[in-house]
Structure formats: structure tokens, C-alpha cells
């Protein structure tokens, strides 16, 4: 049996992700990467500690343990939370990105090692139910998603998701 159909795809489309960050950090800058924009959501190294520790704490641990266990309950990733604990804003931002972009390039490499029947394997996710290891890449796009729509709003001149 085969990855899922459009794994390599998706996969190659999560792998775009890193780079996009660094891309609106090159438009963005240093000056704004740390003002958030007047709704409250993240600016943009919030943006990037929180896509390194998802990706490592989040999406990660969920791999290895629906790998490794049968039937696993994952715990819910609460990035709102981790974002004011750990005081994000003050952190690098070129670290935040250096961290999400070695985290995902590691759990691209463990997804594309998958055959047949693992990609069925599946436990049970916190505030979402039943996911099994097919449904990650997808998770992990849809996530990508938002975050990329937020950080293009960064990217405008008003900062604020609206053109000047």
C-alpha cells in the first residue's frame, strides 16, 4: 500500500512553509516583527515560536506517538497559552524560524518514511476525536493556512490586515 493519495503533494506543500515565514520576515523586518496588530493576534514572532513549538510539541509528539503507540489520546496544543508563558515576542526571530524550519523538515522525514497501513494508524485527539496518521499532513496544512493569511495581513503596510 501507497501514502494516501496526494501525500507527496501535500507533503512538498508543507514543505514551503519555512520559507514563506522567511519571506514575510524579509518583508516584514525587525522594527515590526514585534507589534501586533490592533485585533490581538500574534505579530510575527509570535507567529514563528509558535508554527517551531506546534510543529515540535504539537504535530511532532502526535507523529511518534501515533507511530509508536495503539490508540493514543492526544492531548490539545494550547498555542495561546505556550505564546504568553514563554513570552515569545521577546525571542529571536531568526531562531523562531531556524527552530520551526528543522522541527518540520524532521517530521516531513518521519512522515515520508510511512508505508501502507501506518498511515491507518490513529488515536484519539483532544477537542477534535478520532485522527489517524493520514490525517496529519492535512492538519498541519490547514494550520499552515491560517497562519499564512494572518502573516500576509503582517505583511501590508498598516500591519493591520487592511491595505493603506
Known amino acids: 500500500m501507497s501514502p494516501p493519495t496526494g501525500a507527496d503533494l501535500l507533503l512538498g506543500e508543507l514543505e514551503a512553509m519555512p520559507a514563506r515565514l522567511e519571506a514575510a520576515a524579509r518583508t516584514v523586518g525587525q522594527a515590526r516583527a514585534r507589534v501586533r496588530p490592533a485585533d490581538g493576534a500574534f505579530c510575527l514572532v509570535e507567529h514563528a515560536w509558535h508554527l517551531a513549538d506546534l510543529e515540535r510539541e504539537g504535530f511532532g509528539e502526535r507523529i511518534r506517538r501515533l507511530l509508536a503507540e495503539?490508540?493514543?489520546f492526544l492531548p490539545d496544543f494550547d498555542g495561546a497559552r505556550l505564546a504568553a508563558e514563554r513570552d515569545y515576542?521577546?525571542?529571536s526571530l531568526e531562531e523562531g524560524i531556524a527552530a520551526f524550519a528543522?522541527?518540520?523538515r524532521a517530521n516531513?522525514?518521519?512522515?515520508r518514511t510511512v508505508a501502507g497501513p501506518g498511515w491507518d494508524r490513529a488515536g484519539r485527539q483532544e477537542a477534535v476525536g478520532t485522527v489517524s496518521l493520514r490525517d496529519i499532513p492535512r492538519l498541519m496544512r490547514e494550520h499552515d493556512d491560517s497562519h499564512r493569511a494572518e502573516i500576509a495581513a503582517l505583511e501590508r503596510p498598516s500591519g493591520r490586515g487592511q491595505p493603506d
Open 70 to 72: 495503539d490508540d493514543p
Open 108 to 111: 516531513l522525514a518521519r512522515l
Open 102 to 104: 528543522a522541527a518540520r
Open 89 to 91: 515576542r521577546t525571542r
